[in-house]
């Protein structure tokens, strides 16, 4: 083929592709770069239209109050504590849906599979009433049992278990149906030939089981932990922060400054800090733990 003809029919190929990429910066990178812009001035309800370039003050502002690390602590306690139960859930469940005598097993699966299919906002909205002091349906069933009423959502401890075991519940079924389906991949003569070798249970799942499961974990816990630090809905349905900002976590007081507040400038620069957090943390998952090699 000419060389002429050659590079026409890649510019025409790229030209097929031009509203895709033009859609894909208006939508993506314009709204992140006005937004770091918008950190760097002084843009807020009271400057909608008449704002100024200040500099770096939003952000010093920001890294030398109390607030953001608090914020920061509460964001990692939310992240961490509600991606490991939320694995590890996820797995055990995948486990015994594995196994080849269970009865039924799709049925349970489709079941387990529930609260995911359900809108989230929906289900955040019974959370919340289940965890009401007074007519709460938690209350009730652990009354049963001579427990007295709890104040779920008004106590810092007590508004973190709420919050993670609700989320718990929004989330596991996806974790179990990854688990489930890197369970069904791995081939069953691997068990087979180790229980001809005398192999036992613990030795097929730490031999087995678990260096084949690798890259399902990887997978899971790397895009668990980007999709949980910026997860907003639960927080801010349930306790909106509170007590104070004891459960506020980055993305929701980013949120509340924004829209609550008037103060633009103030959460872009928020959403600056944390992006850079999470690419940082996330990085160092990818590094530590060699997901890119499991995965590719």
């Known amino acids: 083929m000419d060389p002429l003809q050659n590079l026409n029919r890649v510019l025409t190929q790229y030209l097929y592709l031009l509203p895709i990429i033009a859609i894909a910066l208006f939508l993506f990178l314009y709204p992140v770069a006005y937004a770091i812009y918008i950190s760097f001035t002084n843009f807020n309800l009271y400057h909608l239209f008449r704002y100024t370039f ?69 289900s955040l909205v019974i959370w919340s009433g289940m965890w009401n ?21 008004t106590f810092t401890n007590t508004a973190w278990a709420a919050l993670i075991l609700t989320n718990l519940w929004l989330s596991f079924p996806y974790y179990t149906a990854v688990f489930l389906s890197s369970l069904q991949s791995i081939p069953s003569e691997l068990y087979d030939i180790a229980t001809v070798d005398g192999a036992s249970v613990w030795q097929k799942f730490t031999r087995i089981t678990l260096p084949l499961m690798r890259s399902a974990i990887a997978f899971v816990s790397v895009g668990g932990f980007v999709f949980t ?25 980013t949120y509340q400054e924004a829209f609550s507040y008037g103060y633009y400038n103030i959460a872009a620069a928020y959403s600056v800090i944390s992006t850079i957090i999470l690419a940082i943390m996330a990085l160092m998952m990818l590094k530590i733990g060699r997901v890119l090699e499991v995965i590719t």
């Open 133 to 153: 002091y007074e007519y709460g349906i938690v209350n009730k069933f652990l009354g049963l049992f001579g427990v007295p009423p709890i104040n779920w959502l």
């Open 54 to 122: 200040i500099g770096l003050k939003v952000y010093e502002q920001i890294l030398s109050s109390g607030t953001f690390y608090t914020l920061l602590l509460n964001t990692v306690i939310w992240t961490v504590g509600s991606l490991v139960p939320m694995v590890v859930v996820g797995f055990l469940l995948a486990l015994i849906l594995n196994q080849r005598d269970i009865r039924g097993r799709n049925v349970f699966f489709t079941l387990l599979l529930v609260p995911w299919a359900f809108p989230a906002y929906i």
């Open 229 to 253: 630090w910026n997860n907003f809905y639960p927080i801010y349905i349930l306790t909106g922060g509170g007590p104070g900002i004891s459960t506020d976590i980055l993305i929701v007081y």
